[in-house]
């Protein structure tokens, strides 16, 4: 076992380090710190022209591999980054479904014309994507997905209707990508095509959507004979279920060490809190912010084992399964201990008429954590049917 | 970085694990569980000779293997997974460490390679108050001319009834906290020492009371910095406890093993209770437990090495140790308790092993300290 990074990696944490020293500054400066899980309402149109800056520096997409325009980054170099981005305070990425799912999906399963099209504006920091999956009757239960795709002989191209929910920041998209049945007769997850769809035409309707942070971040797009040109399928017709899956397959874990800079940011918070209100001296408290700690340390640890990569006898890697159920539950705790340090405090909001302060938007988006990407329940039969061999769940 | 096991490790565990599946099965750990001794000591010598296992972390110079604590923690996985009853725990991971933390060069060459031959030896530090810390050591000494007479009594010391070698922590007369502490070392059958059996609900670990009487200590006896000890002997503390902390991770893995087992092939309502969500989803949270305490074992195992030998870790020690013990503790208790509920009835019965994790992870997780008493300890260094 060895727990340090390389001398390369260091220099490379040098590197980015001090880019981000020389640059996030000025215009940016306000963005530091902004912009992350429940404030991603905050700055879109300054964040984009952050996005233009890192990629003028060579940031974005660093883990695509060079002949795409990336850096080819290790699995290392790249938790080193997003350390080193959480560390400087950087602000929410607007590019992060672009970098992180389009671009990873079209390398692997789009054709040459695609990636030619698609890739540099994710890379530039010019283009920005969301995702379409979710429907009203298509939540946990994905392949039940009713948006249909026809294709239009005469016009050659597809015609898309239908509806999707919950599509975080399709406001600020430029494009979506979309699970919709190709084959009008099918069922579960046959007969799905995977579509690339400009977001701007008459025939899609963005709405957002209120959360009970009183914010929008998330909307319902309908689409009413939406079009999508013949060659912006994914993969064949049918086939979109492969492309789906595949897609989810990409999040290799590298921003988990960064993201857990960001969540002892907010216990450092709720310490500094606890010491100042003398909620500190609550042994309760105490225990659940030592709960905290200990939680925390070990969801690192846990990232370490991942990012080493495999179980350690090479098989099946439990601890990856683990990690989504792991730290959101974790993340919903801290959000409850967050309030409950504040005490009668922490009802009093930052201004009216509902401005909520760092520590309330933090504690009210975690209810959120454990629901998307997967809620607790979905990761827990996952768990027990993937890793440990129980049966699977009967379907209706 | 690289957050894995070498092959070796990797080797070592798997072998562990080959040799105890075949000499710790359930009916030689009941067998063994039901004597005063605790173990087999045709199998402790079996160990000891043919396995080498006692000599893992005892430097070469010394004959012992040279290993390191990673792959200390590996076997004490296994170790914790078949419930090993044997003196390791005992011997290596109180007596030897220890010598290696607190020994003078003289006691090293003297008692490490009569461990490595066979010896047993303990750690005794906690009197009847139930405390871990400094405040644990409440047996006295004064001096006289050069030797130390030591009166007061030591509970809970694990083994200590059957131990060849005793480590004792004794405080300066009118001494308080972490000042005024000094550890011996003495052959268990000296003058003025009386040992006591405790019988106790997890028959798997076997524990003792020791009395002293006036005992007297030769200047032999001394190890290092007499007078100002605490400090090697939180060490030790932190060392013994993340090798409990992995002992732990294998029982609580075990615990879920066998229950998801008995899920797979018990049959109500006309199909496996495997299949109920409900049964899934503690399956589930069982396994999360375990592989996060895993993760804290191994890290804590890292840091426990680099305190032997030297490297940056070794100032984390006190806060790893205290994360994986915490953690570990409760992922245990969580994951037996689970596994009988999970069995119904037969997790309520004698016969069936699950009632021996849970034995185990009670007496575990107060051993050296619950999870609460290192959340503790961790809110003392976070927030005064
Ligand atoms: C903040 C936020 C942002 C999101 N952004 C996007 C986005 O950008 N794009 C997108 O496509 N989607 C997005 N989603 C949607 C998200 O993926 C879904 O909400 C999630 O998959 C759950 O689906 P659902 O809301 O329909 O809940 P349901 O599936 O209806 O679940 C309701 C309850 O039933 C439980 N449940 C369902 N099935 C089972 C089962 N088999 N066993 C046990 N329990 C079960 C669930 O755990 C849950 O507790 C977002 C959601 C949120 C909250």
């Known amino acids: ?396 | 970085m690289d957050f894995t096991f070498t092959e070796e490790q990797l080797m070592i565990r798997d072998t562990a694990e080959a040799f105890l599946a075949e000499v710790s099965t359930s009916a030689a750990v009941r067998a063994a569980m039901a004597t005063e001794l605790g173990y087999d000591a045709e199998l402790w010598q079996k160990i000891c000779d043919e396995m080498f296992w006692q000599a893992i972390h005892i430097p070469e110079e010394y004959g012992g293997m040279g290993l390191g604590y990673v792959e200390l923690v590996a076997m004490l996985e296994q170790m914790g997974r078949y419930l090993l009853c044997s003196p390791f725990y005992s011997t290596v991971c109180l007596g030897v460490n220890s010598l290696l933390i607190a020994g003078t060069p003289e006691q090293k060459a003297e008692y490490l390679p009569r461990i490595i031959e066979g010896a047993t030896a303990t750690l005794a530090y906690t009197g009847s108050n139930g405390r871990w810390d400094a405040e644990a050591v409440t047996a006295t000494y004064v001096r006289s001319g050069d030797e130390y007479v030591l009166n007061g009594s030591w509970r809970y010391v694990p083994d200590g009834h059957s131990a060849q070698l005793l480590v004792v922590a004794a405080r300066e007369e009118g001494s308080s906290g972490t000042s005024g502490i000094t550890l011996f070392i003495v052959p268990a059958d000296s003058q003025g020492i009386t040992r006591e059996w405790l019988p106790t609900m997890d028959q798997t670990r076997k524990q003792a009371q020791i009395v002293m009487a006036d005992a007297v200590m030769a200047p032999e006896s001394v190890m290092n910095e007499p007078g100002n000890a605490w400090q090697l002997l939180e060490r030790i503390i932190g060392l013994a406890t993340v090798a409990v902390a992995a002992e732990q991770v294998g029982g609580a893995q075990q615990a879920l093993d066998i229950t998801v087992a008995y899920t797979q092939e018990r049959v109500q309502f006309g199909r496996v209770i495997a299949g109920y969500q409900a049964i899934k989803h503690k399956a589930a949270d069982m396994m999360v437990k375990v592989e996060a305490g895993r993760s804290a074992a191994y890290y804590a195992a890292c840091v426990a090495d680099e305190t032997l030998r030297g490297g940056s870790l070794a100032s984390e020690l006190g806060d790893a140790a205290s994360v994986a013990k915490a953690w570990c503790s409760d992922a245990f208790f969580f994951n037996a308790g689970c596994g009988i509920q999970l069995h119904g009835g037969v997790g309520f019965t004698w016969e069936y092993d699950i009632q021996l994790y849970f034995k185990r992870a009670k007496s575990s997780e107060t051993f050296l300290g619950t999870g609460a008493w290192h959340r503790d300890s961790i809110a003392a260094s976070l927030l005064d």
Request: proline residues 4%; aromatic residues 10%.
């Open chain 1, 1 to 396: 076992m060895k727990l340090s990074f390389s001398a390369e990696d260091e220099q490379f944490r040098g590197e980015i380090a001090t880019w981000l020293e020389q640059n996030l500054c000025g215009e940016f400066e306000q963005l530091r710190g902004r912009g992350g899980p429940g404030d991603e309402h905050m700055y879109p149109d300054e964040r984009k022209a952050w996005e233009r800056k890192l990629a003028e520096g060579g940031w974005t997409c660093i883990g695509w591999p060079q002949e795409y325009g990336g850096r080819g980054a290790s699995i290392e170099q790249q938790v080193v980054f997003h350390e080193e981005y959480a560390r400087a305070g950087g602000p929410g990425r607007m590019g992060h479904i672009g970098e992180g799912l389009t671009g990873p999906t079209l390398i692997a399963f789009g054709s040459e014309e695609q990636k030619q099209r698609f890739l540099p504006g994710i890379l530039a920091g010019t283009e920005f994507w969301c995702q379409g999956y979710s429907e009203p009757s298509a939540g946990s239960d994905l392949a039940n997905v009713k948006t249909k795709a026809h294709f239009d002989e005469t016009a050659g191209q597809w015609l898309i209707n239908g509806q999707k929910v919950w599509t975080s920041n399709a406001h600020e998209s430029e494009y979506c990508f979309v699970i919709a049945r190709t084959d009008p007769e099918s069922v579960g997850h046959k007969g799905l095509g995977f579509f690339l769809l400009a977001m701007d035409q008459p025939g899609i309707d963005v709405r957002p959507i209120e959360q009970l942070t009183g914010t929008s971040e998330f909307n319902e797009v309908f689409f009413d004979d939406a079009h999508c040109s013949a060659q912006d399928i994914v993969g064949a017709p049918g086939e979109g279920w492969k492309v789906a899956m595949g897609l989810l397959g990409f999040e290799r874990g590298v921003s988990t060490l960064g993201q857990q800079m960001l969540f002892q940011n907010e216990l450092d918070e709720i310490i500094r809190v606890a010491k100042l209100n003398g909620a500190a001296t609550d042994p309760v408290i105490r225990q659940r912010i030592a709960d905290a700690h200990v939680g925390l340390r070990i969801m690192r640890f846990n990232s370490m084992r991942t990012l080493s990569g495999g179980g350690d006898d090479g098989t099946l890697q439990k601890e990856a399964m683990i990690y989504k159920l792991y730290w959101s539950t974790w993340h919903r705790n801290l959000g409850k201990l967050a309030m409950d340090v504040l005490g009668p405090e922490s009802e009093v909001l930052e201004a009216g008429p509902y401005e909520l302060n760092r520590l309330q938007s933090m504690y009210l988006f975690t209810r959120a954590d454990t629901i998307y990407g997967g809620t607790n329940q979905i990761q827990r039969n996952i768990i027990a049917e993937r890793a440990l061999g129980m049966p699977r769940e009967p379907r209706g």
